[in-house]
């Protein structure tokens, strides 16, 4: 069956770069019928979409206008995971972070999703 | 963008109970509209995909309907394990796509 391994670290000073790993199970990153993106969690605003990485001949990335200057989300086919990477980061950026995979054969739905890393923005 | 108005905020029930949160899309989305269930600490599990059809694995309990750009979540028959926050999701347009503010399901 189809997982999703997050981590990375839970606490990141203001300034600095937050960076998350997606390791995937059951599947893999270049499947083309797939995208594979990061979802956030806070109190004040919801979930929140960031952005995905997929696979259609070539690359191709996609991110919320919101984070789209911060944003960095690559794929390593190689150990067959995703990574996220919010530069300048703020204790606005405090929150729950969630890799999940969208399926193209679920109506685009959000089908699988890792477990969560919370992560505080804090000296 | 579209947006998502997702009602009521919370709700009170009863194990046994009949449950039903709307969501109604800002423009059309056809069926392009999820439901997902969340418990605390844990992340969104997608419960209903396409207006309607159920995930693999959930109760078929849990029922999607849609009119037009409103759509309907149905639980029968409440059990204790439902007892969670629920929320609806569009993907019919290119990203981003929109959650509800999410649908608090609390025991009475």
């Known amino acids: 069956q189809v997982q999703l391994q997050q981590s990375g670290p839970g606490l990141v000073k203001p300034s600095q770069t937050l960076s998350l790993t997606c390791a995937i199970s059951g599947d893999s990153v270049s499947r083309n019928t797939a995208a594979w993106n990061w979802i956030r969690q806070s109190p004040s605003r919801g979930l929140e979409w960031l952005g995905r990485?997929?696979?259609?001949?070539?690359?191709?990335?996609d991110s919320a206008i919101s984070v789209k200057s911060r944003i960095t989300i690559n794929p390593d086919t190689s150990k067959n995971h995703f990574s996220l990477q919010l530069s300048s980061v703020t204790p606005e950026d405090t929150a729950v972070y969630y890799c999940?995979?969208?399926?193209?054969?679920?109506?685009?739905?959000?089908?699988?999703w890792g477990q969560g890393t919370m992560v505080t923005v804090s000296s | 963008d579209i947006h998502m108005t997702q009602s009521p905020s919370s709700l009170s029930a009863s194990v046994g109970d009949r449950v039903t949160i709307t969501c109604r899309a800002s423009q059309t989305i056809n069926n392009y509209l999820n439901w997902y269930q969340q418990k605390p600490g844990k992340a969104p599990k997608l419960l209903i995909y396409a207006a309607s059809s159920l995930q693999s694995g959930v109760p078929s309990r849990f029922s999607g309907s849609r009119s037009g750009t409103d759509f309907t979540l149905t639980i029968t028959s409440l059990q204790p394990e439902d007892f969670a926050t629920y929320y609806c999701?569009?993907?019919?347009?290119?990203?981003?796509?929109?959650f509800g503010q999410g649908t608090k399901v609390e025991i009475k």
């Open positions: 999940a995979r969208e399926s193209g054969g679920h109506f685009n739905a959000y089908d699988i």
């Open positions: 990485t997929y696979y259609t001949s070539k690359w191709y990335n």
């Open positions: 999701q569009q993907s019919y347009s290119a990203p981003p796509r929109a």
